[in-house]
Nanobody, 124 residues
Framework: QVQLVESGGGLVQAGGSLRLSCAYS????????MGWFRQAPGKERECVAT????????YYADSVKGRFTISRDNAKNTVYLQMNSLKPEDTAVYYC?????????????????WGQGTQVTVSS
């Protein structure tokens, strides 16, 4: 059973940075496009960034473009999210997930193997 474990969240002031990590438990990591998602209280879960299997292509939500960078290390079965210039509206629980259908979209319902999430809180 695939397991994803996110880490790296915390409390940071506006303008600060955090780097999230997501460890994938199986050798099939490089079979999947991966995505980072977030869910703020009272809001729907949304995709913030995705990366293709090889890491050659990345996609970002407009709200984070230019501030967040997704990357992956297939040798370590890990996907990262570098978050810079953080804003209070970035406050949310952040999750990683695998693109089960392999379509490379940013649709939440096409992703699976969700981790438990890591809390990111940005103070103003």
């Amino acid at each position: 059973q695939v397991q994803l474990v996110e880490s790296g969240g915390g409390l940071v002031q506006a303008g600060g940075s955090l780097r999230l990590s997501c460890a994938y438990s199986e050798r099939t990591f490089d079979h999947y496009n991966m995505g980072w998602f977030r869910q703020a209280p009272g809001k729907e879960r949304e995709c913030v960034a995705t990366i293709t299997r090889s890491g050659g292509n990345t996609y970002y939500a407009d709200s984070v473009k230019g501030r967040f960078t997704i990357s992956r290390d297939n040798a370590k079965n890990t996907v990262y999210l570098q978050m810079n210039s953080l804003k209070p509206e970035d406050t949310a629980v952040y999750y990683c997930a695998a693109d089960r259908l392999g379509r490379g979209t940013m649709k939440v319902d096409e992703y699976g193997y969700w981790g438990q999430g890591t809390q990111v809180t940005v103070s103003s």
